[in-house]
């Protein structure tokens, strides 16, 4: 999951960055509002975490513009000021959620988890491939019912690669889904989470094939590929 957190106080953003982090999301942090529709107009995102209050371009601007794009991306707004009105305003702009400072990281990480499950249709969160479990919401997965000890990137490969079962991820795909905003990582460090993540899923006979020069591919489950690897 990648988010991207509008926020320009700077205490504030750091403290959300390092709890979603630790939560196992991927965070793009941006100080003020031309740079969130700079992002938002270039990056694909979970979730938009919107301050109001940000310099250059108010958030109910921001907002404006991302819904004028057509975009369903699921926005929770910040505010300092608990106005009525200002909430009316970005609900009726399209905002899903709001919170008014100050709020406790408990609440505003159980609101993320309900937005983006929302984003994903609401269905189940559980995504099942042979004997491997994925639970978006928890963000934890499992091959037959035990848990596998996975980082975040891993687990971010691992999301990219079950929305794409039978199909090709390329690497440039895997660093824009896994890296933040900004950040660069080298193919080959995407080559060290696939190979990591490989070694702890293939054991339950769930492989990830590589196309040579191209990207990778989760295959599709078999219960011959399930017998070889017992």
């Not at 921001?62 to 057509?70: I, N, P």
């Not at 978006?136 to 975040?152: F, K, P, T």
Request: proline share 2%; with cysteine; aromatic share 4%.
């Amino acid at each position: 999951m990648r988010i991207l957190l509008a926020e320009d106080d700077s205490v504030l953003a750091d403290g959300l960055t390092r709890s979603l982090r630790q939560s196992g999301y991927a965070i793009d942090c941006v100080k003020n509002g031309q740079e969130a529709d700079t992002a938002l107009s270039t990056q694909e995102f979970d979730l938009l975490i919107l301050d109001l209050g940000l310099p250059k371009m108010p958030g109910l601007e921001v907002l404006r513009r991302l819904r004028a794009r057509g975009s369903l991306l699921p926005v929770l707004i910040l505010t300092a000021a608990d106005s009525v009105e200002q909430r009316v305003t970005g609900l009726d702009l399209g905002a899903d959620d709001y919170m008014a400072k100050p709020f406790a990281l408990s609440e505003l990480e159980a609101r993320v988890r309900a937005l983006t499950r929302r984003g994903q249709g609401g269905g189940s969160t559980l995504i099942k491939h042979g004997p491997l479990t994925y639970d978006q919401v928890g963000r934890s997965a499992y091959i037959n019912d035990q848990m596998l000890d996975l980082s975040a990137r891993e687990l971010g490969l691992l999301e990219v690669l079950l929305a794409r079962t039978g199909r090709l991820v390329s690497k440039e795909q895997l660093v824009d889904h896994l890296c933040e905003w900004g950040e660069e990582v080298s193919n080959n460090a995407i080559e060290v989470y696939v190979h990591r993540l490989r070694k702890k899923i293939e054991v339950g006979g769930v492989r990830i094939a590589t196309v040579r020069g191209l990207g990778y591919c989760l295959e599709k489950y078999s219960s011959a590929a399930a017998a070889e690897a017992k």
